[in-house]
């Protein structure tokens, strides 16, 4: 790790730290040549590769804006947008895999989405899953309604 300040090619750690969430690890260095000190913060890299078979790197901004689209027009707030952005990336990096298909990427968001607004789901789901005929949108809005019943009657069972 080269100084910031001086380009001295090798500094010295000092201390490290996880970051909150886990997903981070951040260092306190210091430079032997200058003796100044500067915090760095190392990553892993999450990779997504698409059908095309391009890969590049994990961004939860883009699944939040993939989202938003699908929440138009909704009472959907930019909070809950990040908080499914937020989800959707703990899922993934708690597969423990560096390099992930988008078509997990899809299904991570499905579910969360899901409970965030349905409307927004069945537009979401419509694009991803590639609903072609109005008979796909019936079957998933049947889906839907059963785990809402399913949801309902077990709140009302006694405990």
Not at 28 to 45: A, S
Not at 76 to 87: H, N, P, T, Y
Not at 114 to 123: F, T
Not at 124 to 142: K, M, N, P, Q
Request: hydrophobic share 35%; proline share 4%.
């Amino acid at each position: 790790m080269h100084c910031p300040f001086c380009r001295h090619p090798d500094t010295r750690v000092i201390d490290s730290r996880s970051t909150e969430d886990g997903a981070a690890i951040r260092r306190r260095r210091t430079c032997p040549e200058c003796g100044r000190r500067f915090t760095t913060q190392e990553t892993v890299l999450l990779m997504v590769s698409k059908r095309s078979g391009v890969t590049e790197a994990f961004s939860r901004d883009k699944v939040i804006a993939g989202v938003r689209r699908a929440c138009q027009g909704r009472p959907v707030g930019e909070d809950s947008l990040a908080q499914l952005g937020q989800r959707v990336e703990e899922s993934i990096r708690a597969t423990g895999a560096a390099e992930i298909p988008a078509h997990e990427v899809g299904l991570a968001i499905l579910g969360p989405l899901r409970e965030l607004d349905e409307v927004a789901y069945l537009r979401f789901a419509s694009v991803y899953r590639g609903f072609e005929t109005l008979a796909d949108f019936e079957a998933e809005i049947e889906q839907l309604r059963a785990a809402r019943d399913a949801r309902a009657a077990g709140r009302e069972a006694p405990a």
